[in-house]
């Protein structure tokens, strides 16, 4: 068969813009006719910049258009609904409206051969999920759930804890050995981009929150929370942004080579613009 000689599949995408560019590239080398202009005219566009301001994330597919393209592109009902709400997941503004479409995405591709780890997002669905993966290696970690929802306020209960050790053994993250004590499949995970945004994003959600908690209920000896406002360029803000990524990547080593912890921490290190950006001149 020749090389490339079936349409993309689009259940193997995460960005409808991906899928979109791909197809084109595939329709002109296998469809006769395929052109821009025989897709806008199908698509009732008249603008001859509207697919690549589209590809480009200027321009927005509506409704219509992108009804039109599952029936240009030949889709099948499961795969026109897979794009669909892959173009909202894509095209979504919000965290909720990104969420609410990715939690529609998993349940369409289960138990297809869709390349989905779940290990890119699962794992930063719940806040305790990832600091129950690493008490695994501070205690003792089995049956003994109250014990460990113990550690924890209030908030969490015992059956929390059973829940997050189900997730994590599902995820090939964590495996009970034959004394009955969970332990690490895997030290360290690989976080995807596109799927693992919107769970990482509400997890960070999350621990912001718990750092705000902080502040009132852990001793200061026992934590660091600090503010630093200063004025940056984009160039400086570049350099901050890499020596972050420097600590925390120190950070890791640290605690790598700490054999001695009785203690799950989180770190947040948090650069944001307090202003709009100010003219040059301008004071």
């Given at each position: 068969?020749?090389?490339?000689?079936?349409?993309?599949?689009?259940?193997?995408?995460?960005?409808?813009?991906?899928?979109?560019?791909?197809?084109?590239?595939?329709?002109?080398?296998?469809?006769?006719?395929?052109?821009?202009?025989?897709?806008?005219?199908?698509?009732?566009?008249?603008?001859?910049?509207?697919?690549?301001?589209?590809?480009?994330?200027?321009?927005?597919?509506?409704?219509?258009?992108?009804t039109a393209l599952t029936e240009i592109f030949r889709?099948?009902?499961?795969?026109?609904?897979?794009?669909?709400?892959?173009?909202?997941?894509?095209?979504?503004?919000?965290?909720?409206?990104?969420?609410?479409?990715?939690?529609?995405?998993?349940?369409?591709?289960?138990?297809?051969?869709?390349?989905?780890?779940?290990?890119?997002?699962?794992?930063?669905?719940?806040?305790?999920?990832?600091?129950?993966?690493?008490?695994?290696?501070?205690?003792?970690?089995?049956?003994?759930?109250?014990?460990?929802?113990?550690?924890?306020?209030?908030?969490?209960?015992?059956?929390?804890?059973?829940?997050?050790?189900?997730?994590?053994?599902?995820?090939?993250?964590?495996?009970?050995?034959?004394?009955?004590?969970?332990?690490?499949?895997?030290?360290?995970?690989?976080?995807?981009d596109e799927i693992t945004s919107t769970d990482v994003?509400?997890?960070?959600?999350?621990?912001l929150k718990k750092a705000m908690e902080a502040l009132?209920?852990?001793?200061?000896?026992?934590?660091?929370?600090?503010?630093?406002?200063?004025?940056?360029?984009?160039?400086?803000?570049?350099?901050?942004?890499?020596?972050?990524?420097?600590?925390?990547?120190?950070?890791?080593?640290?605690?790598?080579?700490?054999?001695?912890?009785?203690?799950?921490?989180?770190?947040?290190?948090?650069?944001?613009?307090?202003?709009?950006?100010?003219?040059?001149?301008?004071?």
């Open positions: 068969m020749e090389p490339n000689s079936n349409p993309p599949i689009v259940f193997d995408y995460l960005n409808s813009r991906d899928y979109l560019r791909d197809f084109l590239h595939w329709g002109k080398e296998h469809r006769q006719g395929f052109t821009h202009r025989t897709l806008l005219e199908k698509m009732e566009v008249s603008s001859t910049g509207f697919i690549a301001n589209v590809l480009s994330g200027k321009s927005n597919l509506n409704a219509r258009q992108t889709l099948n009902p499961s795969e026109a609904r897979f794009f669909q709400t892959l173009v909202a997941y894509t095209q979504a503004r919000s965290i909720e409206e990104k969420g609410d479409a990715l939690d529609s995405l998993r349940t369409q591709v289960r138990g297809r051969y869709k390349k989905l780890d779940p290990r890119q997002y699962s794992l930063f669905s719940k806040w305790l999920y990832p600091i129950v993966f690493d008490l695994v290696t501070v205690m003792r970690v089995g049956d003994n759930h109250k014990e460990i929802a113990d550690l924890f306020d209030a908030a969490v209960k015992p059956d929390d804890v059973r829940k997050a050790l189900e997730v994590l053994e599902s995820l090939l993250l964590l495996r009970k050995t034959a004394k009955g004590v969970y332990e690490q499949v895997h030290a360290s995970m690989k976080t995807g994003v509400k997890f960070q959600q999350a621990t009132d209920h852990i001793p200061a000896m026992e934590r660091s929370i600090s503010v630093t406002t200063i004025p940056l360029s984009a160039e400086g803000l570049e350099r901050v942004k890499q020596e972050a990524r420097n600590f925390r990547d120190r950070v890791l080593k640290i605690s790598e080579e700490d054999r001695a912890y009785d203690r799950v921490y989180q770190l947040n290190l948090n650069l944001f613009p307090a202003t709009k950006s100010i003219r040059k001149g301008v004071k």
